[in-house]
């Protein structure tokens, strides 16, 4: 009856009990548990000018050729526009002014717009809000680094900055936390 | 057998059932004699369902009266019982008992026993049933299931007029049925009246769609017959089925109707019937082009594919529409709903003694099928309550200077991904002082904080369960009303409710439902190059402008449209938009209530059903604009919120800035 | 973590219809029971999982028992619900045909499951109204709809 005993303690509800691998709504990616684990942290990684950065891949849904956004009127920076993406309507933010950068991209919906370079992709996140967009230059790709490759600041993240990836020489990469990015 | 303690569960469930059942015997009560099929079924399907809940949890006593009270409502859904003051008197004693019982199963033993007795005793005996006339017209039950309540009424007021209803079977090209079924409209006018337009046998080829016409008529057939005038029309009279004399004098009614109000069968728009027609036809284009592909030899693999590609992306592209019209379909008028709630009111307002009348706006906004069903609980109980305790008996009105019928308006509001249903009395306004004495009478609320408690606290006890400062239990709400149960319902539909009341003036309830699709009717106008589209129902004119009218009055620039000065908006100012303008601008009247504002656009660009969607939870409200809307493939246009121009158009640029 | 195997302690079950077939979860998991809900679609979720639902300031998926075990006719009788569990410390709102009832039960009552059971079951109690199933909703919930 060994095995009955552990499933019937398993089937009653204790609070701490082990629920792993369950539904998961998303959430901030600035859980520490899968790189605490030892295991890998994908990351999407995108270029702003000739600056590098990277979101946990976890909080990527959708990358998208650039378009043209539906213009929001007196709408302030960092909001560019909203897309509607299959029903939902998704807001797109460029990341520059968050991140620091001097950025003048220009209007990016109505029709005055400027005609968008070809590199250039909307990054659709899932935030605690619901869907949201960043206006990148280009895209580099999926980047696979173990947790120490990842140099975080001192102290824990601050400021949205989950660390940064220094290996291999080339510019450093800046990962960021994409709520504090769009918040 | 003592039954134990049931679980609390059930007791919620039982409870619950009870008291639809007794409001629903309230409703039959209060009705014409010859009751409304579809409540008698709704009242039988309680009964069942209560006796069915009592015997999964074990919970005989309840089964039993149930049971008793089912097989009577049974016996008079079928006509074979009256429907008197006794009859009604009995069960509603019963759904007391029944509601005791889900809460203490031993206490009432000895009443219900005698009710089981009297319950079952009261069938046989002679009594005449009364019958509904139309149950002997000749229609077929798959039509009878699906026509409206409102329908039905049209039916038999032809039949009580002694008119005929004709039943007219006729095709029209898919292209113009909208239109020769308003032309058959007017030549019907003063000859008949077009009740019903159904689905009809399936048409002769398939340019052409057949519909099944109901029509009440005492103008006879050759006037019929000139009014479908070379349509091909097939016309017949309905005749009546004879009623069989049995013994006991039982006639024979038909089988009543299944499924009542929530049933399976949705009527669809004939309009919508177009779009999705045309969709279909769209994919059937593809199909073509695929199939002819496969039997392109002259192309190269690398352009083989390449077509296919394209294909496919135009049957996902067509797919998405076809999907998008079949939701849309669900979507019925939030007025079927407003009309049975104007029903309602009238027969509450004669229970309760008093004098009422509702005003309803919004009809026209569409909502999913289901989401519609679910408000109509909710509403009554809000509607019951305003007439019984916050509209005040006609001399107390009159004595505070009101007019003697108490007033209710029902509104719907469409906002980008919301809709706000609000209820608003113009009685008494809610007692705060005396709901502060019974929170603290039944221990909601601390004695010595009480008074400090604001308007927010005082809400929530409000819709806390078992809440009510009725100190007399009123005969249409049964128990105690359970705004707790309101508040439930509605947050069973994501949704909230707030109040809001003034003492001596009235009291609003608002419920607030995010919806994703709300539909809504638009006219488009383009600004600069952009294109927004405006809610039609508040549109009242469009004029052109005359460079060089407008004049300026008091600060506020002005237009004269039809002899009333307007003050006018340049929506390119307000948004900021550089450009110039159109050589032709127009301005567009907008009106909410008193308030009027000319808004100059550019340019028209005619009117469209829209559906409209919230601009998400991350941009919070932005000013000027109410939510966004998809127009033709893949493009989205803002829907301005008239309501924030207006006020702009009066204060000046909104105080918020869009946030990031 | 495991307790040992006490035959005095008891275990109550909540039971609910998921098509023809009774399965019961411990009550201690049950925070509350929803009559109706329309929970709001959320992009990116997994199939079986309707959407969410706001339950005092908290954000509850709900998940469409019927669409992860075999299907069946329920009883005429059953109303459909949402039972809202707790699982570790999150809640999950959980689409069923109907309740079944609630009822104390020993640890020596449950057998063991049948050999063929489809669904994640540990065993099985005879209740007053028929057999229920000791439904496993955590294994349940891992798994991916067929």
């Known amino acids: 009856m060994g095995s009955l005993e552990a499933a019937l303690a398993a089937f009653r509800y204790h609070p701490e009990e082990d629920v792993s691998g369950l539904i998961e709504l998303p959430q901030s990616p600035l859980e520490p548990e899968p790189a605490a684990r030892g295991e890998e942290l994908q990351l999407l990684a995108f270029a702003l000018g000739s600056d590098e950065y990277a979101v946990p891949l976890t909080a990527v849904t959708e990358i998208l050729r650039a378009r043209r956004l539906t213009e929001i009127p007196r709408a302030r920076p960092p909001l560019l526009g909203i897309l509607n993406l299959r029903g939902t309507i998704t807001p797109v933010y460029d990341p520059c002014i968050r991140l620091g ?37 280009r895209v580099r790709g999926v980047q696979r680094v173990r947790p120490e490759q990842l140099e975080r600041p001192a102290g824990g993240p601050t400021g949205g900055v989950m660390g940064v990836i220094r290996h291999g020489g080339g510019t450093p990469r800046t990962v960021v936390d994409p709520e504090w990015l769009l918040r | 057998m003592s039954p134990e303690r049931p679980p609390a569960e059930f007791s919620s469930e039982a409870t619950e059932t009870a008291e639809v059942l007794g409001r629903s015997l309230l409703l039959l009560e209060a009705g014409p004699e010859d009751a409304d099929p579809e409540l008698l079924n709704a009242v039988f399907r309680h009964a069942h369902s209560l006796k069915g809940l009592a015997s ?37 004693e019963s759904v007391e008992v029944l509601r005791r019982l889900a809460t203490d199963p031993a206490g009432p033993a000895r009443e219900a026993r005698a009710l089981v007795r009297k319950l079952s005793r009261r069938d046989r005996g002679p009594e005449r049933q009364v019958e509904d006339p139309l149950d002997r017209l000749e229609l077929p039950p798959d039509m009878r299931r699906v026509l409206t309540e409102f329908e039905e009424h049209r039916l038999r007021e032809t039949l009580r007029k ?49 519909f099944l016409l109901l029509i009440g008529s005492a103008a006879g057939e050759e006037a019929l017959q000139r009014a479908f005038a070379g349509s091909g029309a097939r016309l017949r009279a309905l005749g009546f089925r004879k009623a069989r004399a049995e013994a006991g004098g039982l006639g024979v009614i038909e089988p009543p109707l299944e499924g009542g109000t929530a049933g399976q069968t949705l009527r669809v728009d004939i309009a919508r019937l177009d779009g999705l027609i045309d969709a279909v036809g769209e994919l059937r284009l593809i199909g073509e082009a695929i199939r002819s592909l496969s039997e392109a030899r002259e192309l190269s693999p690398r352009a083989w594919s390449a077509q296919l590609l394209r294909e496919h992306r135009q049957l996902v592209r067509r797919l998405d529409i076809l999907q998008e019209s079949l939701l849309q379909a669900r979507m019925v008028p939030l007025q079927q709903l407003f009309d049975r709630l104007q029903r309602l009111v009238r027969r509450m307002a004669r229970e309760a003694g008093k004098d009422v009348v509702l005003e309803a706006r919004g009809g026209e906004v569409q909502l999913d099928k289901r989401l519609v069903e679910e408000l109509s609980d909710p509403l009554v109980h809000l509607v019951r309550n305003a007439i019984d305790h916050g509209v005040e008996p006609p001399g107390l009105r009159e004595g505070r200077g009101k007019p003697r019928a108490g007033r209710l308006t029902l509104t719907a509001d469409p906002l980008g991904g919301r809709v706000v249903l609000a209820l608003a009395d113009d009685g008494g306004g809610v007692d705060w002082a005396r709901v502060r004495e019974v929170a603290v009478q039944r221990g909601l609320l601390d004695p010595a904080t009480a008074e400090a408690q604001g308007d927010r606290e005082l809400q929530a006890i409000l819709f806390h369960p078992g809440f009510s400062t009725a100190p007399a239990v009123s005969a249409l709400s049964g128990r105690g009303v359970g705004l707790d149960v309101v508040k439930t319902n509605i947050a069973g539909l994501s949704g909230v409710i707030d109040v809001e009341s003034r003492e001596g003036e009235g009291t609003t309830f608002r419920i607030t439902l995010p919806v994703t699709l709300a539909t809504v009717r638009g006219l488009l106008v383009g600004v600069r190059g952009r294109v927004y589209a405006l809610p039609l129902s508040s549109v009242l004119d469009i004029v052109a402008l005359e460079p060089g009218k407008p004049g300026t ?51 028209l660009h005619g009117q469209r059903d829209l559906v409209t969607q919230s601009l998400g939870p991350r941009l919070g409200p932005v000013p000027g604009i109410s939510g966004a809307a998809e127009v033709g493939q893949h493009h989205t246009v803002l829907v301005l919120d008239v309501g924030a121009l207006l006020e702009e158009a009066l204060r000046g640029p909104a105080l918020l800035p869009v946030p990031a | ?83 809202v569990a707790w699982l570790g410390r999150r809640r999950v709102g959980l689409r069923v045909d109907g309740l079944a009832g609630v009822q104390q039960f020993q640890e020596q009552d449950v057998a063991p499951p049948e050999k063929a059971e489809p669904a994640p079951v540990i065993g099985a109690v005879e209740s007053r109204d028929g057999w229920w199933r000791l439904l496993d909703v955590k294994a349940l919930l891992r798994r991916t709809p067929a």
């Open chain 2, 56 to 92: 999964t949890f074990g919970q005989q006593r309840m089964a039993e009266l149930a049971h008793a009270a089912e097989d009577l409502l049974d016996r008079l859904r079928l006509g074979k019982v009256r429907r008197t003051r006794a009859v009604l008197d009995l069960l509603l």
């Open chain 2, 553 to 603: 009055t008091g600060g506020q620039t002005m237009v004269s449209v039809r002899g009333r000065a307007v003050p006018i908006l340049r929506l390119a100012e307000v948004f900021g938009l550089s450009g110039h303008p159109g050589p032709r601008e127009s301005v567009v009247v907008l009106g909410v209530a008193e308030r009027r504002l000319g808004l100059v656009v550019d340019s």
């Open chain 3, 1 to 83: 973590m495991a307790a040992p195997l006490t035959p005095g302690r008891p275990l109550e079950l909540c039971a609910f219809w998921v098509g023809s077939t009774v399965y019961a979860i411990d009550v201690a998991r049950v925070d509350e029971v929803l009559p109706r809900v329309v929970p709001l679609p959320v992009p990116g979720l997994p199939e079986h999982v309707e959407g969410v639902v706001h339950l005092q300031g908290a954000t509850v998926p709900i998940v469409d028992l019927r669409r992860l075990l075999p299907t069946g006719t329920p009883p005429r009788t059953a109303k459909p619900k949402v039972v």
């Open chain 2, 162 to 210: 002694g008119a005929l209803v004709w039943q007219v079977e006729v095709q029209y090209p898919l292209e113009t049925f909208d239109q020769e079924l308003e032309t058959l409209k007017a030549r019907l006018h003063g000859a008949g009246e077009l009740i019903s337009t159904l689905p009809g046998p399936v048409a002769g080829s398939i340019d052409a769609l057949a």
């Open chain 1, 101 to 137: 950068r001097a950025t003048d991209p220009g209007p990016r919906a109505g029709p005055d717009c400027p005609p968008v370079p070809r590199p250039v992709r909307i990054l659709v996140l899932r935030t605690l809000l619901g869907p949201a967009g960043l206006w990148v230059d």
